[in-house]
C-alpha cells in the first residue's frame, strides 16, 4: 500500500471510530435515556465492524473497536454514570501517550509502527535515517497535541460531564485529529523528499 493510500485509511479510521460516540451522544442529548443511548452506540459499532470486516480490511480493528465500544457500554450500565462510556477509549489513548517517550527512545515511534501495519512495510523505516526522524518528529508533535486533548477530556470527565465531552470528541478531536494525520504527512513527506542514501531500505 502506498502512502497516500495510508494515509487515506488513517483518515476513515478516524470517522469510523467517531460514529458510534455522534449515536450515543446524539440519544442521550435528545432522550436523557441512557439504555437508549447505549444500544445505539453498539448497534452503531457494530455497524462499522461489519464495513470494516466486508472492506477486506483485518478482522482485529474491527473486533477491536466494537469490544472498546461493548466494553464502554458494559462500565456504564454498572456503574450508572453517562461519563464513563468515555473511559476505555480514553484510557487506551492515555496509555499509548505515556509509552510513546519510551517507544522513541527505543526508536519504535508509534506512528512509524501504525503506518509499517498500514503499508505492509513492517519495521523497514527503522533502517532508512530520514523516515526514522520524520517518524520521530512527526509523533513528537502528535503527543503534544493528543495529552492537551486528553487533559481536556479528563477534566469533563472529572466533572461528570458525559454530553460535553461526546460534543468536545465530535467538535473538537475529530477535526484536531484530521489535521494532525495532514500536518505529520506534510512533515513526513518533507522530511523524507530527498532520496536516502540507502535507498534499498526505504522501500
Known sequence: MSDLAALRRAGLHIAETAVPVLGFTLVYATT????????????VAALVAVRRVRGARSVWPA???????????????????AANYFVPVLALRAAVVAATPVMLLLRLPPV???AGVLTGRGLAFRRC???????????LIWVVAEGALLANQ???????????MGAFKLLVEVPAHVLLVGLMWAVYRRM????CVREGACR
Open 154 to 164: 479528563a477534566r469533563l470527565y472529572l466533572d461528570g460531564r458525559a454530553l460535553a
Open 32 to 43: 436523557a435515556r441512557l439504555p437508549a443511548a447505549l444500544a445505539t452506540g453498539l448497534c
Open 192 to 195: 523524507t523528499a530527498r532520496p
Open 112 to 114: 512509524g509502527l501504525a
Open 63 to 81: 473486533v477491536g473497536g466494537f469490544a472498546l465500544t461493548a466494553g464502554a457500554a458494559a462500565w456504564t450500565v454498572l456503574s450508572g454514570e
Open 129 to 139: 535515517p530520514p523516515r526514522l526522524r520524520a517518524y520521530t518528529v512527526a509523533n
